[in-house]
């Protein structure tokens, strides 16, 4: 049996509100995105990984991996190279 508190129930409906949020907000901004439904949208953004280096002179850079259309199509849009 698992027993939540009342304050971790209102969490996880806020954070699923916020979810559908962001992919509602998707599926606005990009037109390709229209017809895909949110669990491969879902997959699609687990599958992302990013690494962040951290080289000698403390800048990091960051390196992308994973990439499938609808990530590539998200970064792009959005100025990431």
């Given at each position: 049996?698992?027993?939540?508190?009342?304050?971790?129930?209102?969490?996880?409906?806020?954070?699923?509100?916020?979810?559908?949020?962001?992919?509602?907000?998707?599926?606005?901004?990009?037109?390709?995105?229209?017809?895909k439904?949110?669990?491969?949208?879902?997959?699609?953004?687990?599958?992302?990984?990013?690494?962040?280096?951290?080289?000698?002179?403390?800048?990091?850079?960051?390196?992308?991996?994973?990439?499938?259309?609808?990530?590539?199509?998200?970064?792009?849009?959005?100025?990431?190279?």
């Amino acid at each position: 049996m698992r027993v939540w508190t009342d304050a971790s129930i209102y969490g996880a409906v806020i954070i699923g509100f916020i979810a559908q949020l962001f992919i509602s907000l998707m599926r606005y901004e990009f037109d390709e995105l229209k017809s895909k439904s949110t669990k491969f949208m879902k997959n699609s953004l687990l599958n992302l990984t990013v690494t962040v280096d951290y080289m000698k002179n403390k800048v990091k850079r960051y390196i992308y991996a994973n990439f499938d259309a609808i990530n590539t199509l998200i970064l792009r849009q959005k100025g990431m190279k």
